[in-house]
Structures are given as structure tokens and as C-alpha cells.
């Protein structure tokens, strides 16, 4: 079964860090962009960043460039995004999405969500 | 970056209702649009790519149709399970972006 499993999540102070992660399973990992997408409570779905197959390219939104890195363990079937100076708008579920496509930004399969709550 | 203009946000509908969303994007974006289903508490699900091929597993009443700016959702025959929120999106050229979303509420 093709499934992705997010984890790390949790409730963070402003200003902190959080590394979540995203654990592939059921096709080959490697050969597929993969993605973030987040969802704040109530609102509806922005694209946060992704990841080419070989880490040789890789894209964010505005609002998370030089705060967020998102990285990558093909070894491992694993996806990642380091989260730094984390912000009040950063709370929503983060989703990790297998893209789809020439371009990698669609988005096929994704994860149950981890929920991020950056509150003081 | 591109922006999506979805409507209605809400609408009411019946079973067995036909339900139509339209997403018009602000330039031209081929047929790279998609059409996500979400069902509260839980993930999106790709329902529709290229404008008008429907996903594996989805059922026949999901139809898509568009190219250029302007793209369709229809729901022909509204079942139970078709009550969620939608969503299209373009994925033509970064940053990838969504529509607001229609909920589909029972009427």
C-alpha cells in the first residue's frame, strides 16, 4: 500500500524550532518529488515547499524562505522540514504529498497531516 | 505567482443533485489543474489531473473540464459521501497554488 506517515508535531513557543518528518512506503521513494502543503485551522490549503528527487532542486513559499528546510533521506524513504523562528501563522497541519507530473508540484498521495501550534 | 479564483465558496445541494465548482486562474495555466476532495479531519484526496482525466478509483459522476483559465468540477448524480469541501489548484508554475475551496453542505 502507498502510504506517507508525518510525525513530529507538536506545540512550540514562538521563536523556536520543530523538525518534522514523513516516512514513505509502498513505491519508490527516489524517484518521485515530494512535497509540503499546510493548512491552518479553518483555511484552506497552501503549498509550502518541496524537493526534487536527487536534492538537486528545491523550492519554498515567500512566507518560509530562511526559516524552513525541507531535506530529504532516500535511503531511509524519509522527508523532512526543519522549522526555525517559527511564527503565530506557521500553526496549521502540515501534510507531506507525493508529486505528480513534469513539474512535481501536483500532488498524488499524502500524508494523514502533523499538527504544528506555535503559541506562547 | 498565480492566483485561483474558486466559486461558490458554500453551496447546498441534495442527493442526486448535478453540482458544478468553476476555479478561473488569473493567466493562462494549460491544463495543469487538479481537483482535491477533503473531508473534515482528513486529507485531501486527488480526485482529477490534467484538467479532465479523473484518478484512479474515483467514480464516473467526477467530471473536469477546462483549459487556459478557465476549469469546471461537475458532480453528476450527488451521492452521500460526495459532501466535503473542494479544491483545485494549479501546478503550471511555481509557487503552486489553491483555490479557496467550495463545501458542498447537504441541503
Known amino acids: 500500500e502507498v502510504q506517507l506517515v508525518e510525525s513530529g508535531g507538536g506545540v512550540v513557543q514562538p521563536g523556536g524550532s520543530l523538525r518534522l518528518s514523513c516516512a514513505a512506503s509502498g513505491f519508490t521513494f527516489s524517484s518521485y518529488w515530494m512535497n509540503w502543503v499546510r493548512q491552518a485551522p479553518g483555511k484552506g490549503l497552501e503549498w509550502v515547499a518541496n524537493?526534487?528527487?536527487?536534492?538537486?532542486?528545491?523550492y519554498y513559499v515567500d512566507s518560509v524562505k530562511g526559516r524552513f528546510t525541507t531535506s530529504r533521506d532516500n535511503a531511509k524513504n524519509s522527508l523532512y522540514l526543519q522549522m526555525n523562528s517559527l511564527r503565530a501563522d506557521d500553526t496549521a497541519v502540515y501534510y507531506c504529498?507525493?508529486?505528480?507530473?513534469?513539474?512535481?508540484?501536483?500532488?498524488?498521495?499524502w500524508g494523514q497531516g502533523t499538527k504544528v501550534t506555535v503559541s506562547s | 505567482a498565480i492566483r485561483i479564483t474558486q466559486s461558490p465558496s458554500s453551496l447546498s445541494a441534495s442527493t442526486g443533485d448535478r453540482v458544478t465548482i468553476t476555479c478561473r486562474a488569473s493567466e493562462g495555466i494549460n491544463n495543469y489543474l487538479a481537483w482535491y476532495q477533503q473531508k473534515p479531519g482528513r486529507a485531501p484526496e486527488l480526485l482529477i489531473h490534467?484538467?479532465?482525466t479523473l484518478q484512479s478509483g474515483v467514480p464516473s459522476r467526477f467530471s473536469g473540464s477546462g483549459s487556459g483559465t478557465d476549469f469546471t468540477l461537475t458532480i453528476s448524480g450527488l451521492q452521500s459521501e460526495d459532501f466535503a469541501t473542494y479544491y483545485c489548484q494549479q501546478y503550471y508554475a511555481y509557487s503552486p497554488t489553491f483555490g479557496g475551496g467550495t463545501r458542498v453542505e447537504i441541503k
Open positions: 490534467a484538467a479532465s
Open positions: 524537493l526534487k528527487k536527487d536534492e538537486s532542486e528545491r
Open positions: 504529498a507525493r508529486g505528480f507530473g513534469a513539474t512535481g508540484i501536483g500532488f498524488d498521495i
